[in-house]
């Protein structure tokens, strides 16, 4: 599985971005895609995850509310759209995905999923 990240720019506070996370290869065993981001100095940390076959989302208490995640299965294309930017959302975001079902602790944790795409660099200016 090939992912391909892409929407990342420069955007002032309060603004909106639309991310987009592409898969290709064995795309339809991608069973969770979720997003990740990375801002400069700090760890990785998990923002959403999209469990398509069961209907659910999950979200990082940091952008609930904010962020909402969605799939179009037909063109294998996870969507993060994120409203209201906050300085503290800059960071490079990066989409990954689980090619199974894992327990639902697994979807916050980096080491449980088994693709990434590259990052997409989003800067929210104040």
């Known amino acids: 599985v090939q992912l391909q990240a892409s929407g990342g720019g420069l955007v002032q506070a309060g603004g909106s971005l639309r991310l987009s996370c592409s898969a290709s290869?064995?795309?339809?065993?991608?069973?969770?895609l979720g997003w990740f981001r990375q801002a400069p100095g700090k760890e990785r940390e998990f923002v959403a995850a999209?469990?398509?076959?069961?209907?659910?989302?999950y979200y990082a208490d940091s952008v609930k509310g904010r962020f909402t995640i969605s799939r179009d299965s037909t063109k294998n294309t996870v969507f993060l759209q994120m409203d209201s930017l906050k300085p503290e959302d800059t960071a490079v975001y990066y989409c990954?995905?689980?090619?199974?079902?894992?327990?639902?602790?697994?979807?916050?944790?980096?080491?449980?999923?088994?693709?990434w795409g590259q990052g997409t660099l989003v800067t929210v200016s104040s």
């Open positions: 999209d469990r398509w076959r069961a209907g659910r989302a």
């Open positions: 990954a995905a689980q090619s199974r079902e894992k327990i639902l602790s697994s979807l916050r944790v980096i080491a449980e999923y088994d693709h």
């Open positions: 290869g064995r795309a339809g065993s991608t069973y969770t």
